[in-house]
């Protein structure tokens, strides 16, 4: 799914990537039979089934006015907005950051070193590829929102994996406000993220 989706040029082929990649990681989020984890599950899967949706709805709505249905070419103003919530849902930015941590929480460490690290890969390939054609105004809000958000909440929590999500959410923050100025950058600072995160969570799982 990662492989597909950070490979494509067309929007059909990203939307197909993103959608295997949240049905395989719905059972290994629920593997563990408990109350919580199918609630974080489910949870998790309304949330990327809304986001894909509104995803493909984006680009709907661009090949609609323009004929164009290559990532590199989405230039109707709608679709830009559209695009930019829809991966911001997908990543958890700040208002939509609400399922990350209670997901996280229900998941378990293994898991949850998955959904902190290779899944939040190919909607940020898709953020570095449309870069030109997000809506600025929007992602830097959101960028500056997550990174206080994210910071303010894991100082108010006492569960590990909640603190860990609430990380994430913060580093998303920073990668998102440079990504306008400068993508390979917002790409070194996810290769370390990811290296950091995958310390912590492989540490704590020990």
Not at 67 to 79: M, Y
Not at 130 to 138: Q, R, V
Not at 142 to 167: C, D, E, H, P, Y
Not at 170 to 190: A, D, E, R, V
Request: aromatic content about 10%.
């Amino acid at each position: 799914g990662t492989t597909i989706t950070i490979s494509s040029n067309h929007w059909m082929m990203a939307w197909t990537g993103l959608e295997i990649n949240t049905l395989a990681i719905i059972p290994l989020i629920s593997k563990s039979h408990h109350p919580r984890a199918i609630e974080a599950a489910t949870k998790y899967f309304l949330t990327q089934a809304a986001a894909s949706a509104l995803l493909l709805f984006s680009s709907m709505t661009n090949a609609w006015f323009t004929g164009q249905w290559d990532i590199t070419q989405l230039t109707h103003p709608t679709s830009c907005l559209l695009l930019t919530t829809a991966v911001s849902i997908k990543l958890g930015l700040t208002p939509f950051h609400f399922w990350f941590p209670e997901v996280l929480q229900g998941s378990s460490m293994t898991t949850g070193l998955l959904l902190a690290t290779l899944m939040k890969f190919p909607p940020t390939a898709l953020l570095v590829l449309t870069s030109p054609s997000l809506n600025p105004t929007l992602l830097t809000t959101m960028a500056i929102a997550s990174a206080a958000l994210g910071g303010w909440m894991g100082l108010n929590q006492t569960q590990v994996r909640k603190i860990l999500a609430f990380s994430s959410i913060s580093h998303l923050g920073w990668m998102t406000i440079i990504l306008l100025y400068n993508p390979k950058l917002t790409l070194l600072t996810f290769y370390l993220y990811c290296l950091m995160t995958s310390a912590i969570f492989l540490a704590l799982n020990t």
